[in-house]
């Protein structure tokens, strides 16, 4: 089954709003935070596209980065992975928070921004969850934790002010 993008997009109020977007994969209707930094096209079509989602919660003092990669593979009903990352604020490197978003034009055929932040402790301080197709999963299940956690972006002045946001949020204006 292809993915259905549903276009429900509800707001959540905290101490910043964020919204919160739903899609269905295999059936199941996983709730994503945030906005979308946009959905890019894959280099060699596998996977198909990646669509990058990012939510600053100041409740609970977290980023959280959603990664949706569409693939092209006709032999499953289900051709789409999902990966969750979470970090709290006072994991983050505050000396690895750059100013300005990185620009890349050979990764995807999309030219896009990303912004990454990197873990303090490198055991284990980022919370992965994954949802990976064709193993037979319906749910976010724990995954290996990466170092850094990666949030993409189709326009320049979304990644900036992103940034901006988190630097003013940390208190490293």
């Keep these: 089954?292809?993915?259905?993008?549903?276009?429900?997009?509800?707001?959540?109020?905290?101490?910043s709003a964020f919204s919160q977007v739903s899609i269905v994969v295999n059936g199941i209707i996983f709730s994503i935070p945030g906005k979308t930094g946009g959905?890019?096209?894959?280099?060699?079509?596998?996977?198909?596209?990646?669509?990058?989602?990012?939510?600053?919660?100041?409740?609970?003092r977290t980023l959280t980065s959603t990664v949706v990669k569409r693939f092209e593979d006709f032999e499953t009903n289900d051709n789409v992975d999902v990966d969750q990352y979470t970090i709290h604020f006072e994991d983050?490197?505050?000396?690895?928070?750059?100013?300005?978003?990185i620009y890349d034009d050979g990764t995807f055929k999309?030219?896009?921004?990303?912004?990454?932040?990197?873990?303090n402790d490198l055991n284990e301080s980022i919370e992965h969850f994954a949802c990976i197709h064709g193993t037979g999963s319906e749910q976010l299940t724990l995954a290996e934790?990466?170092?850094?956690?990666?949030?993409?972006f189709l326009e320049e002045e979304e990644a900036t002010a992103f940034i901006q946001s988190i630097r003013t949020t940390l208190n490293l204006k």
């Design 39 to 60: 959905e890019l096209m894959g280099k060699t079509g596998n996977p198909a596209t990646i669509e990058g989602f990012y939510a600053i919660d100041t409740t609970q």
């Design 110 to 119: 999309t030219p896009h921004y990303y912004a990454d932040f990197m873990a």
């Design 92 to 101: 983050i490197d505050l000396n690895e928070v750059f100013e300005i978003p």
């Design 145 to 152: 934790s990466p170092l850094w956690i990666r949030f993409y």
């Design 1 to 15: 089954m292809r993915l259905l993008l549903i276009g429900c997009i509800c707001l959540f109020i905290h101490t």
